[in-house]
């Protein structure tokens, strides 16, 4: 892409300066005067039934101002637990004090008597009847009793004919399937494309399996915080840590009944957040009651124990997988039936669940899924959430077939995957993709064909495929007096968005990208912008920057055409000047100067803006190849090699995509070997780094990216979404990797070194 | 709670201070001093987010009390930088990638300023050993490894 002169280019991030001094604010760096501090006061157990509060000993503590419950919540919206809890560490009540140490020694003195109920933490457990029942006795059907009951609802409309003979078959087959009667059924969804059964039947090979995924922490390294202070006048301003500051406007407005108008959100910088920093709920709408009781600024800061017990976590789920090949190597049929656990409230990601058909041609599909209740804190995203969870279903099957029918496990991709204007099943057409040319290039870069390994060494490889998400932005771009142009819009940086954005308004009005400043507003002065997740940023705002800069440049165009006498079609912008196209003497004209000159014209100020919603947004693939060694011994996957290629349509900062490339990579490595929120019946028992081990340093070796770049008709520039991808694959790529060096297939994450060694005993799965 | 009399030395200014002695040193340079550059992600020593140089050794400021810090001499991410010049891992790190969202980018530069200022010649084997006290969840540690070593040879060529 040589015809750029900024896009394309790994210049240093806007915000690099602030970074690496410490300057940068994020939100627990907001110090107001006066400002109190909250703490919770949490369940101790996961399921009991709360028979009272006592808060008593706790407002006689010096410094304590405000203790509140769900009594203090007037709009009557759920922001604490009342009757009933329903996890460890879900909050019942809030204090807010003079110093966060007092505040935490009075939610110690808040008593609370509880009647502890039986809990359920397994997902498997909690679809039977004997379970304990989150929030209602209400049961769903599974897929068969579904299909039946289907049929049955047809037949029981049709006035027609006597259909007396055929129902009662009906329900006598679904009292057969009575373990299909499935309770503390969250939500379902149910796809399906062809028909499988056929499909099976017509394979040579039909391969069945059940996989276990764990629940994981985003582990962001900023805990949530937020910081709000109520005037008297009512208007209330929040500083946040947040993913989306509108989000978080209207959250608050609905659940306090508090006009929108009266809120303002300000975004400090944000610690991290991966899909778990969206939520209204955890601080930001009890700092927002504190601070109205008190009269004082208020900021809730939660520690990373709150995080694990109270933290909004991606989903693990058990996924029962079937798919049916040719011996030929063509995938002919799959089946899956997902069970996420989405904790005590719905809104696990099961929609993903459909993406257990990857990026194949599967003829026959058919998928359901259902979200089941139990004793845990809610979910939340967790880039590209839903997809590595079954992308490690489908993939490791797909390994397991290939490995049986001994084709190559590139090959077999290869040959399965579908191209542009291929049906996808359940779903519209291909549009252009670059499936084969991301699988290629990740088994180009690790000379593939010719990989050799040596005893307990194995290679893995496995795909992940995502869409970006779209959503409304608008933007400004203003010309200054010395000619540098600033950016003015509302959407959070995620880690480089923010220096895309600059390096696309650079390239379109020809400036040098240090002449490009960029400003982020709050929610009472900048335009609305969507959240920042589902790898939207890049796409959508990229998109709104481009049109805010051309926007510019036609103002650009229009001073200089009056200034130099001549038309706008005889000029450009060259240089970070507007001049004549073909001219005779040449003539230009600064944009500082036009910028001077406009604050005299009719027109005024050089201001352009950019406004957009929506565009087809094109799938990308990430593809990744592994190589490790397990020791025998002590059951430890040491990985020697990591590869990761990912289609981003046009990298617009390679060096920010290459991070966001690795750092996913880690992260699905992480899922992979040694990531898993444990619980037993009283909650969560590993809240913390100690317990719950992330990667460091010393685990992986440099992760190895490999930028493919299949243009996105509708990206900026060609650009498409890339936070997401990179962490899809990577759960099968090193489940893969083990079965290659050992011959040993787990299928329940994560792959400690315990569960490795059991395995290579036979003892487990 | 009954405070106690200490006298800090942080990047070379002296702070006389009345803490409590629950406060830790990490309190105390964020609330008290008001330097918050030094960032508390677990507030049990495991992810290195508050790390800053005491007496020259790096240290969890979450995990040591502000009483114990009296008489010390303290550096944090404020200190490294001079008014006009970044320090060579502050450089590296921008011009390497070696951060993202940028919460745990204070810890691990002043984590890597210790065991540089100790270690010139370390290989990156014993620096990812080094650092394997900071966690960082965005960027994989590939580029903050690339960054580290590239401030390394900064550091001995100056």
Redesign the interface.
């Known amino acids: 892409m040589s015809e750029y002169t900024v896009l394309g280019k ?1 210049v ?2 806007v ?12 939100g ?2 907001v ?1 107001l005067p006066g400002m109190l501090h909250g703490k919770f006061i949490r369940s101790k157990h996961a399921h009991a039934k709360i028979l009272n509060i006592d808060t008593s000993e706790a407002e006689k503590l010096p410094g304590v101002r405000a203790i509140i419950t769900q009594d203090d919540v007037e709009s009557g919206r759920r922001v604490f637990a009342t009757d009933k809890v329903l996890y460890l560490g879900e909050p019942i009540a809030a204090v807010a004090a003079t110093d ?2 007092v505040a935490e020694e009075a939610a110690d003195l808040v008593k609370i008597e509880y009647e502890v109920l039986p809990a359920v933490q397994d997902v498997m457990e909690a679809i039977q009847p004997e379970a304990p029942h989150l929030h209602s006795d209400d049961t769903k059907d599974g897929p068969a009793r579904r299909v039946l009951r289907t049929e049955l609802r047809k037949l029981e409309r049709d006035d027609s004919q006597d259909h007396s003979a055929r129902i009662a078959e009906l329900n006598a087959q679904m009292e057969e399937l009575a373990d299909e009667v499935y309770y503390n059924v969250s939500a379902e969804t149910h796809s399906d494309a062809g028909d499988v059964e056929q499909g099976f039947a017509e394979s040579d090979l039909v391969v069945e399996d059940t996989y276990v995924i764990p629940r994981v922490h ?6 949530h915080v937020s910081v709000a202070d109520v005037e008297s006048t009512g208007k209330v301003t929040v500083w946040a840590s947040t993913q989306g500051p509108f989000a978080i406007r209207s959250g608050i407005a609905g659940t306090l009944g508090i006009p929108l108008n009266q809120i303002n959100v300000i975004a400090t ?6 899909g778990g920093r969206f939520g209204v709920a955890l601080t930001h709408v009890p700092a927002v009651l504190l601070s109205q009781k008190t009269g004082r600024p208020v900021k809730i ?1 939660m ?2 124990e709150e995080e694990f017990t109270d933290g909004r976590p991606a989903p693990g789920c058990v996924i029962k997988l079937k798919t049916g090949v040719k011996n030929d190597g063509t995938i002919l049929a799959r089946e899956g039936l997902a069970f996420w656990d989405s904790g005590s409230v719905s809104g696990a990601s099961i929609g993903s669940t459909i993406r257990l058909r990857g990026v194949y041609k599967f003829p026959h599909l058919k998928v359901d899924a259902y979200g089941v209740y139990t004793n845990k804190s809610g979910t939340a995203a967790y880039r590209a959430p839903g997809t590595p969870q079954v992308a490690f279903a489908g993939e490791s099957q797909l390994d397991d077939i290939a490995r049986k029918l001994n084709l190559d496990p590139v090959e077999f991709r290869l040959k399965n995957m579908r191209v542009e204007g291929d049906p996808v099943p359940a779903g519209p057409n291909e549009p252009k993709v670059g499936y084969k040319e991301t699988l290629q290039a990740v088994a180009d870069a690790v000379d593939w064909k010719n990989r050799t390994k040596g005893p307990n060494q194995g290679w893995g490889v496995a795909i992940g495929d995502w869409t970006n998400g779209c959503g409304p932005g608008g933007m400004f771009v203003s010309i200054h007096e010395d000619g540098s142009a600033r950016i003015f819009h509302g959407s959070m940086d ?3 968005t923010d220096t895309a954005l600059a390096q696309i308004v650079a390239e379109i009005l020809t400036l040098p990208y240090d002449e490009v400043t960029i400003s982020r507003g709050d929610t009472n002065s900048a335009p609305y912008a969507t959240g920042s997740g589902g790898s939207v940023v890049t796409f959508t705002m990229g998109n709104t920057a481009k049109l805010a800069a051309e926007d510019t440049r036609r103002r650009l165009l229009e001073l200089a055409a009056e200034r130099l006498n001549t038309d706008v079609e005889s000029l450009e912008l060259k240089d970070g000047q507007v001049s004549t196209i073909v001219a005779d003497p040449p003539k230009s004209i600064g944009f500082g100067e036009l910028a001077a000159y406009s604050l005299s014209t009719t027109g005024g100020p050089i201001v352009g803006k950019g406004s957009f919603a929506r565009k087809p947004s094109t799938p990308a693939l990430a593809a990744q190849i592994a190589k490790v060694e397990i020791d025998p011994e002590t059951g430890r996957i040491k990985v020697l090699k990591m590869a990761s290629s990912q289609d981003v349509g046009f990298a617009i900062n390679p ?2 995509v ?2 966001q490339i ?6 699905g490595y992480a899922w992979a070997t040694m990531e898993e929120m444990q619980y037993d019946e009283g909650g969560n028992v590993n809240p ?3 317990d719950y081990r ?5 685990d ?1 070796p ?2 190895q ?1 490999v930028i493919v770049e299949v243009e996105a008709p509708d990206g900026p520039f060609g650009a498409k979404g890339v936070g997401e991808p990179p962490i899809t694959p990577t759960l099968a790529t090193m489940a893969n990797a083990v079965a290659d060096a050992v011959d040993i297939r787990i299928t329940e994450l994560p792959m400690k070194p315990e569960k490795v060694v059991d395995a290579l005993h036979g003892n487990g799965k | 709670m009954k405070k106690h009399p200490v006298s800090l030395t942080v990047n070379t200014d002296t702070y006389d201070l009345l803490i ?1 002695p ?2 830790t040193l990490l ?1 105390t340079l ?2 008290t001093i ?11 020593g ?2 290195g ?1 508050c790390t800053v140089i005491v007496d020259g050794k790096a240290v969890t400021s979450c995990m040591m009390l502000g009483v114990s810090a009296n008489d010390k001499e303290i550096t ?3 200190g ?2 001079s008014r006009d010049q ?1 320090h060579p891992i ?2 590296a ?5 070696g ?8 810890g691990f ?1 002043v984590a890597s300023k210790a065991f540089l200022d100790e270690n010139p010649n370390a290989t990156e084997a014993e ?3 080094a ?16 960054a580290v070593m590239s401030a390394a040879e900064v550091m001995r060529n100056s």
Do not use: W
């Open positions: 790994s240093p991030r915000d690099a300066l602030e970074k690496v001094t410490g300057a940068a604010q994020y627990g760096d110090h966060p140490d985003q582990t962001y390294m900023e805990p910088t944000m610690g991290g957040g991966f800061q520690t990373r995620i880690t480089g060096m920010a290459e991070g690795e750092g996913g990579t880690v992260q913390g780094f100690v992330v990667p460091t340093t010393a992986l440099t992760v990216s | 409590e629950r406060k309190a964020r609330d008001g330097l918050t550059g030094t960032k508390e992600g677990c507030s049990t495991d992810c987010a944090t991410i404020e490294l930088a970044l502050q450089q790190f921008m011009d390497k990638g951060y993202q969202c940028g919460f745990c980018t204070p530069i620096i990812r050993h650092l394997g006290n900071n966690i960082c969840r965005c960027t994989g540690y590939t580029k903050i490894i690339e």
